[in-house]
């Protein structure tokens, strides 16, 4: 037996619509959180061991007390992706942020190794 439903209403379309346009951006959003455990790899090894490894960033920053943020980006079209070093004084990575969409980072994460390999 098949039930057929239909949606007579403006608001019942709206809602649907509304939901799958949500649970499209979550995705687009939260993708990149899969590639968190790649940079996270790195913590506690020194900068320059990510920037041989992944050249050269796309914008750095030092800090007076000699901290550093370092930032790679990855842009093609529709699909980014962001992410960015932190060190200590001693240009060791204490933590690393990965921003953007899934498509960005897919493309992004594909040619970068991580730590130790």
């Not at 529709?78 to 001693?90: G, H, L, N």
Request: aromatic content about 12%; some cysteine.
């Amino acid at each position: 037996m098949t039930t057929v439903v239909q949606f007579n209403s403006s608001r019942a379309r709206f809602a649907i619509s509304r939901f799958g346009s949500i649970a499209v951006a979550a995705t687009l959003l939260f993708g990149c959180a899969n590639w968190q455990p790649v940079s996270d790899s790195w913590r506690g090894r020194p900068i320059d061991e990510v920037i041989y490894a992944w050249g050269p960033p796309y914008a750095e920053a030092r800090l007076q007390d000699g901290r550093k943020t370092i930032s790679y980006r990855h842009v093609n079209m529709e699909f980014q992706c962001i992410v960015t070093f932190r060190t200590d004084s001693s240009s060791i990575v204490t933590s690393s942020t990965v921003e953007g969409n899934i498509g960005g980072c897919n493309q992004f994460f594909r040619s970068k190794p991580t730590a130790g390999k």
